[in-house]
């Protein structure tokens, strides 16, 4: 970044708490850039914002109307489910779990689970807006959601790396036996069935004091705490309420009602949580089985471990869309302190609300050109399924068609230059495109339909 974007960014930061003030909750990492009206009508979540209505509203640039109107986009609060999904965390999952050679309603789901945790649970629907039934659904995963910071769902969505300055990894590139790749790496040996326990942001009871990865139990003694400045916290939330180290959360009960998130106002009490459910043990596979959520064509529950897969998929791809922010030296994860208390710094030039707003703004959509972030979700995805399949393959077959398909990662993800399918579906401006760019390629390859979106709606 250069000294003139700079003070433009600085220029910038009164219309950004303008545009803060408006709601504090924010999109955080890959956005949710398609949104299903009833009738079939798509809406391109940018769509405001983007070149086709502001010319100078384009990649890698700061114009005070763009900025704006991508920062007021951007903090649009979605509930508890939503209509809109994003091509990266939802199609992009889908086409590259079936190109590796998982089954269809196995790929689905990889795909659901992925897009679940940036609300509260996936709402599944036709290509009219139409809700499918609930066997479509996941069931409420309450404390992995993007604003959870009091169940240590904000940081695993911002990825932050643990050590100190001169610890690195890069989000673009993860180092998975690197400690500073620790938090990720332990919900990689999560999703790969390696350990049944996932802890908050992976910290355990490790016997050596410089690494908190490597222990068997979670850390319990202390708290997630951060310490970041105003220009970063305002929008991405990291604090309000403390995260009490422990098991993962993966859901709460609302009774008599939901814990306020990043909303709370001044001085709220901390969440006291209901029927926590843990990620310990096969904890996630007997509320997926209980509920009347996430069934395989067979009506079997969907296998944890398929759930898991898919939960990872969006760590992974939150770490690199936030690799200009946590590849900076400054941010990091540090601890313990004598208390047991981690606490997360940011950079606050390359953390700042507007590089953070612009840059998931440029993720997608945008016609020639997205971040090195998206190319690197998508190569991590094609990765991460396929050394997955490669693995569970002989034990489970029936998640995978007999024959895997022999599709290379050129066109599977490709380059902006050559684009492979994925990323041809990221750059499209179009919201209906990027959605066709999937379906054309999943019916060329006879991969089973996005279900509800076999066709357009009413086409
Ligand atoms: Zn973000
Ligand atoms: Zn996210």
């Known amino acids: 970044m250069n000294l003139k974007v700079i003070a433009k960014i600085s220029s910038l930061v009164a219309s950004a708490v303008l545009a803060m003030s408006i709601s504090i909750s924010t999109s955080h990492a890959f956005v949710e850039d398609i949104c299903l009206g009833e009738g079939g009508q798509i809406e391109n979540f940018y769509y405001d914002a983007a070149i086709q209505s502001i010319p100078e509203c384009g990649y890698g640039k700061y114009y005070p109307r763009c900025v704006f109107k991508v920062l007021k986009r951007s903090s649009d609060t979605f509930g508890d489910t939503s209509i809109c999904r994003g091509i990266i965390?939802?199609?992009?999952?889908?086409?590259?779990?079936?190109?590796?050679?998982?089954r269809g309603d196995i790929a689905y789901f990889i795909a659901a689970f992925s897009q679940a945790i940036d609300f509260n649970q996936y709402r599944?629907?036709?290509?009219?807006?139409?809700?499918l039934p609930?066997?479509?659904?996941?069931?409420?995963?309450?404390?992995?959601?993007?604003t959870s910071t009091v169940s240590g769902g904000s940081i695993r969505h911002l990825g932050v790396p643990y050590g100190n300055e001169s610890d690195t990894t890069d989000a673009l590139y993860p180092q998975w036996n690197a400690i500073a790749e620790g938090t990720l790496s332990r919900s990689r040996n999560w999703a790969f069935g390696d350990s049944d326990t996932l802890c908050h942001g992976g910290l355990t009871n490790g016997e050596s004091k410089d690494n908190p990865f490597g222990g068997d139990s979670c850390a319990t003694r202390g708290e997630l705490i951060s310490d970041v400045s105003k220009i970063v916290s305002g929008p991405i939330p990291l604090s309000g309420g403390v995260t009490k180290l422990g098991p993962q959360i993966l859901n709460y009960d609302c009774e008599p009602e939901c814990w306020c998130s990043n909303t709370c106002p001044e001085g709220s009490p901390p969440l006291t949580p209901k029927n926590v459910l843990l990620a310990e043990g096969d904890n996630l596979a007997r509320y997926i089985a209980k509920s009347p959520f996430s069934k395989l064509d067979s009506g079997a529950p969907v296998p944890e471990l398929i759930a898991r897969l898919g939960i990872y998929m969006h760590w992974l791809s939150d770490r690199a869309s936030h690799a200009n922010c946590t590849n900076a030296k400054r941010s990091k994860l540090s601890g313990p302190?004598?208390?047991?208390?981690?606490?997360?710094?940011l950079d606050t030039l390359r953390c700042n609300a507007i590089s953070h707003a612009m840059s998931h703004y440029w993720e997608q959509g945008l016609g020639d050109k997205v971040t090195r972030g998206s190319e690197a979700a998508?190569?991590?995805?094609?990765?991460?399924?396929?050394?997955?399949?490669?693995?569970?393959?002989?034990?489970?077959?029936?998640?995978?068609?007999?024959?895997?398909?022999?599709?290379?990662?050129?066109?599977?993800?490709?380059?902006?230059?050559?684009?492979?399918?994925?990323?041809?579906?990221?750059l499209e401006k179009s919201a209906t495109k990027r959605i066709k760019i999937i379906m054309d390629a999943l019916e060329e390859n006879n991969f089973d339909p996005i279900p509800g979106f076999t066709t357009f709606c009413n086409e």
């Open 124 to 131: 599944a629907i036709d290509s009219c807006g139409i809700d």
């Open 337 to 345: 302190d004598s208390d047991g208390n981690y606490t997360i710094n």
């Open 89 to 102: 965390h939802f199609e992009a999952v889908y086409f590259t779990a079936q190109a590796v050679g998982f």
């Open 378 to 426: 998508l190569r991590l995805y094609a990765e991460e399924l396929g050394a997955f399949a490669a693995r569970y393959r002989p034990q489970h077959p029936q998640w995978f068609r007999e024959i895997p398909p022999p599709l290379s990662m050129a066109y599977i993800v490709g380059m902006p230059a050559n684009p492979g399918v994925t990323l041809r579906a990221s």
């Open 134 to 146: 609930f066997r479509y659904w996941t069931p409420p995963l309450r404390g992995l959601l993007r």
